[in-house]
């Protein structure tokens, strides 16, 4: 045995424990997503400046894909928050990868009739066609009714995900996260969005 005499643990104090940083509560960071998604919302739908839906089109791009993440991509599917989320999101990837949706898409449209109708691409849906249609679709966030922005993104979605799988060249969860997409935003459109909007 050593002569070691053992003494019992320090306990800190609370000013230990204030000094800690921690993350963000996410109660408030889930309140302040909520209300800047319905000021972005309202202020672009009381304004008739079209350089502002402009604005709203590019403001992951502006702001960056990773801050909207951090404000909204925790919001549930059914909130404005998590809708606009999905909308940005949508539109980032169909600006990066426009070749891929184009294949993705014309595969698809044959088999979903009315969600093409409802998407309203141009026929034929090539690269610059689908970029079109998804900025044409945000710009409904400024003007129009949201659940229609809402259900033509739904639409565009479900389109994708039926060519993915009749293409063979997506993985079972990638269709089927394209599909869910599609049902989030459907739902959405259906749900109180409306209610936060008026």
């Not at 990837?93 to 009315?114: I, L, N």
């Amino acid at each position: 045995m050593t002569g070691r005499q053992h003494h019992r643990p320090m306990t800190p104090g609370d000013a230990f424990f204030a000094e800690i940083v921690g993350g963000a509560d996410p109660a408030r960071l889930r309140e302040a997503g909520d209300l800047a998604a319905t000021v972005l919302v309202r202020g672009a739908r009381g304004s008739d400046d079209p350089a502002l839906a402009e604005r709203i089109v590019h403001l992951a791009e502006t702001e960056g894909l990773e801050t909207l993440a951090e404000v909204w991509s925790g919001a549930p599917a059914d909130t404005l928050a998590g809708s606009l989320w999905r909308l940005f999101l949508l539109r980032s990837w169909v600006h990066a990868a426009p070749e891929q949706v184009s294949r993705e898409y014309d595969a698809g449209q044959r088999r979903v009739d009315v969600a093409r109708v409802v998407a309203g691409v141009a026929d034929p849906p090539g690269p610059d066609e689908l970029r079109r249609m998804v900025d044409e679709v945000l710009r409904g966030i400024a003007g129009g009714d949201f659940a229609v922005t809402l259900f033509r993104a739904a639409a565009f979605a479900r389109i994708v995900a039926a060519g993915r799988a009749a293409l063979g060249v997506a993985s079972h969860e990638e269709i089927s996260r394209m599909l869910a997409l599609s049902e989030q935003l459907e739902a959405a459109g259906h749900g109180e969005i409306r209610d936060t909007l008026a």
